[in-house]
């Protein structure tokens, strides 16, 4: 299971830099998320795809599952949820103002 996850998380990487190698700022944006959306998973498979009970204190289980990473992976997604809004809403802004999200043309240089 774990060589299928690495194998996800390199396409989730390989996509992510393609899209923010680019020039449209939208494509930048979507790549960040894939690239947050890769980390997270990662972070999953380094802690271990494993099977378990809850760890609950008196009970004596032979396998748990360790809730940290779970943890740090849920705050990671609402970190990255709101630095996507924070993202799309400076995007719109930057179109209404300069009419284009082509990051090129956003220089300023005449």
Same mark, same amino acid.
């Given at each position: 299971?774990?060589?299928?996850?690495?194998?996800?998380?390199?396409?989730?990487?390989?996509?992510?830099?393609?899209?923010?190698?680019?020039?449209?700022?939208?494509?930048?944006?979507?790549?960040?998320? =894939?690239?947050?959306?890769?980390?997270? =998973?990662?972070?999953?498979?380094?802690?271990? =795809?494993?099977?378990?009970?809850?760890?609950?204190?008196?009970?004596?289980a032979l396998f748990y599952t360790d809730p940290v990473p779970q943890a740090l992976i849920l705050t990671a997604i609402v970190i990255s949820f709101g630095v996507t809004a924070f993202f799309l809403v400076l995007a719109y802004r930057a179109y209404q103002e300069l009419g284009t999200d082509n990051v090129e043309d956003m220089k300023g240089t005449e």
């Open positions: 299971m774990e060589v299928l996850m690495s194998i996800l998380i390199g396409l989730l990487f390989a996509c992510a830099v393609y899209l923010m190698l680019s020039k449209s700022l939208l494509r930048i944006i979507i790549g960040t998320g =894939l690239l947050s959306h890769g980390a997270h =998973l990662m972070l999953l498979t380094m802690a271990g =795809l494993k099977r378990g009970t809850v760890p609950l204190l008196g009970e004596n």
